[in-house]
Nanobody, 115 residues
Framework: VQLQASGGGLVQAGDSLRLSCAASGRTFSNSAMGWFRQAPGKEREFVATITRGRNTNYADSVKGRFTFSRDNAKHTVYLQMNSLKPEDTAVYYC??????????WGQGTQVTVSS
């Protein structure tokens, strides 16, 4: 499985971005997916997950602002990020999940939120 993340950029606080992660491989529709992020000097942290059945789970820090969705026909997942804050600045990674743990990683996309 190969994952290609895109959609990052430089925005101001309060703005929105939509990240995409396109997957190759026939197992996408059977895979739970996750978004993770890593800020400078910090460890990579969980952002959100989505199951095959489109059930979602979010970190408390993004709950109510971020929405995780998937389009199995396009082999793509999306992370809609609204009301962005400077503390959301990080490299965002998508990953397939296996037994709730990251399995295959994408290359990451930079999100920078200025105050």
């Amino acid at each position: 499985v190969q994952l290609q993340a895109s959609g990052g950029g430089l925005v101001q606080a309060g703005d929105s971005l939509r990240l995409s992660c396109a997957a190759s491989g026939r197992t996408f529709s059977n895979s739970a997916m996750g978004w993770f992020r890593q800020a400078p000097g910090k460890e990579r942290e969980f952002v959100a997950t989505i199951t095959r059945g489109r059930n979602t789970n979010y970190a408390d820090s993004v709950k109510g602002r971020f929405t995780f969705s998937r389009d199995n026909a396009k082999h793509t997942v999306y992370l809609q990020m609204n009301s962005l804050k400077p503390e959301d600045t990080a490299v965002y990674y998508c990953a397939t999940l296996q037994d709730n743990d990251p399995h295959y990683w994408g290359q990451g996309t930079q999100v920078t939120v200025s105050s």
